[in-house]
């Protein structure tokens, strides 16, 4: 059973909009979220993260929040550009750091 | 600028065969996970280490999977034999204290016949 899921397998987005990227979870002791960017031939990389004790965090154009009572995060980017277009997955620690738990990844392309 | 690093990038073997996919963290690092990547299960947990002590295997066929650390710079995921199931991208990560982001090697794609 999924306990990090990422519904949406693809999402496609104009330039300059916004891209909004959901992910749930169903374990109440994940306690610290991230996402990861991955490419194609490499191997994901760390993007943003946020503890479950805030309810946002911002680096530059991306953007996470974190809803708990609906264990529902999401990554917002604004404006998308086309070096955006990748693998993107949410992961959750749990119990501070005795697992940690990847969703199935959501396929982001940004059309110019 | 320090990295995980796995060898071999490809490996093509005969369903029975032996095949020994090699990590090396990055210096300091104390845990170590390994993932694999199909097309259904996104990032699957293989196992994981924290100061070279396996903590958590439990995402590892037993029967044929294993995974070691001989030391703090090389960790070892061996499939013996192999089956044309287990053909995927498999990624090692590496991470400096728990709750902290990974950073994972560019991934070893196995393919089995």
């Known amino acids: 059973d999924q306990q990090v899921k990422q519904n949406s397998p693809s999402l496609s987005v104009q330039e300059g909009r916004i891209s909004i990227l959901n992910c749930d979870y169903t374990?109440?002791?994940?306690?610290?979220f991230l996402w990861y960017k991955k490419y194609p031939a490499e191997g994901p990389t760390f993007l943003i993260s946020?503890?479950?004790?805030?309810d946002k965090n911002e680096d530059g154009r991306f953007t996470v929040f974190l809803n708990k009572s609906a264990k529902h995060l999401s990554l917002h980017i604004v404006p998308s550009q086309p070096g955006d277009s990748a693998v993107y997955f949410c992961a959750a620690w749990e119990n501070a750091g005795n697992m940690l738990t990847f969703g199935g990844g959501t396929r982001l392309m940004v059309k110019p | 600028d320090a990295r995980v690093t796995q060898t071999p990038r490809h490996k093509v073997t005969e369903m029975g065969q032996e095949v020994t996919m090699r990590c090396q963290p990055i210096?300091?690092?104390?845990?170590v996970f390994w993932y694999r990547q199909t097309m259904m299960q996104g990032l699957e947990l293989l196992a994981y280490?924290?100061?070279?002590?396996?903590?958590?295997d439990s995402g590892m066929p037993k029967d044929r999977f294993s995974a070691e650390m001989p030391d703090a710079t090389l960790a070892t995921l061996k499939i013996q034999p192999s089956e044309p199931r287990d053909s995927a991208v498999y990624f090692c990560?590496?991470?400096?204290?728990?709750?902290?982001?990974?950073?994972f090697g560019n991934g070893t794609r196995l393919t089995v016949t």
């Open positions: 280490f924290r100061n070279r002590a396996p903590l958590d």
């Open positions: 946020i503890s479950s004790i805030k």
């Open positions: 990560a590496s991470g400096l204290e728990e709750s902290s982001p990974l950073h």
């Open positions: 374990n109440s002791m994940f306690d610290y």
């Open positions: 210096l300091g690092h104390n845990t």
